[in-house]
């Protein structure tokens, strides 16, 4: 197994909605925020290269909504998802599988583009199927009033007409379970229904793609919740275990919207768990 950081492009977020009740003055000093009180996010995902297998975690926001849309969201640097996955010498034809942790735009909006004339949608990876639940499916597909801004259908509803979406099947207990693509997923229902957070077996460490329950190395602190989580009570029970699973087995978390840390570990302190120590992704997935 291979694995390569893929960089789909950076934007900015209100700095207070990404952390809820917690004040500016203190989630100020881990994610400063500019003259707008925009913080910097990244929308990293993560390219698994396992045998025959080319599997893509999440596909960033895409670039077929309107400059209108995009203004909202302060695009900033370079990247993009073909300039990440022509660095290690891929195509997005070459993908077999996208994995979507949830279907907030920012996460799979990369997984639908234009067809040529412009008069519809179509899958900008015509060789991959695209791996969902049942459950969260049917929750971006009929979405509450909180949500709705954030499952866009064009998004979402082609991958089904296209034939190429799966569901990961669930179990009755929403604990660690090995999937179909090879590794082991957590369910959790804080951010949004059922998002699934990825575990991957890489030589002698276990990497966590962690999505959107720990958005940035500044919401290691338990009460430390997004704004956007539908269910904040849920959240915090729910990465209190995940955070001590993570200090007490040393995982290496790989942090989604982090701009400028990539990969964390944790450890247990007398304050609860804190961050332990910071790598760029080279070092780790070397």
């Keep these: 197994m291979k694995l390569y950081p893929i960089e789909t492009g950076n934007f900015k977020l209100d700095g207070g909605a990404m952390f809820g009740v917690v004040p500016k003055t203190i ?12 913080i910097d996010i990244a929308a990293r995902c993560l390219l698994i290269e396992d045998g025959n297998r080319l599997i893509l975690i999440d596909t960033g926001m895409g670039n ?37 942790t949830h279907l907030h735009f920012d996460h799979c909006g990369g997984s639908i583009q234009w067809n040529k004339d412009r008069t519809g949608y179509e899958p ?16 971006a597909t009929e979405p ?6 954030s499952f866009l259908k064009e998004n979402i509803i082609p991958m089904q007409e296209s034939g190429q979406l799966r569901f990961i099947q669930r179990p009755e207990e929403d604990f660690l379970v090995k999937s179909e693509l090879g590794f082991g997923i957590l369910f959790v229902d804080g951010h949004t229904e059922k998002q699934m957070i990825p575990h991957l077996q890489y030589l002698d460490k276990t990497i966590v793609f962690c999505a959107d329950l720990l ?4 919401h290691i602190p338990i009460p430390y919740v997004m704004g956007y ?3 904040p009570l849920l959240t915090m029970p729910e990465k209190t275990k995940f955070m001590n699973a993570a200090a007490e087995n040393n995982y ?12 964390i570990t944790v450890e247990k302190t007398e304050r609860g768990v804190r961050l332990k120590d910071v790598f760029s992704a080279d070092e780790i997935l070397k």
Excluded: C
């Excluded at 900008?124 to 929750?139: G, M």
């Excluded at 958005?215 to 500044?218: E, I, K, N």
């Excluded at 290496?252 to 990969?263: K, P, R, S």
């Design 27 to 38: 989630w100020n000093k881990t994610n400063p925020a500019d003259e707008n009180n925009l």
């Design 144 to 149: 509450n009033v909180r949500e709705k801004a």
């Design 215 to 218: 958005a940035t190395a500044g």
């Design 124 to 139: 900008a990876f015509k060789n991959a199927v695209f791996w969902s639940n049942e459950n969260h499916w049917q929750w």
């Design 229 to 231: 989580d539908t269910r």
């Design 252 to 263: 290496y978390l790989f942090l989604q919207h982090d701009a400028h840390n990539e990969i």
């Design 64 to 100: 077929k909504q309107s400059d209108k849309f995009f203004g909202y969201y302060s695009l900033w640097g370079s990247h993009s998802l073909d300039k990440s996955l022509a660095k290690y010498g891929f195509h997005r034809d070459d993908i077999t599988d996208v994995f979507m």
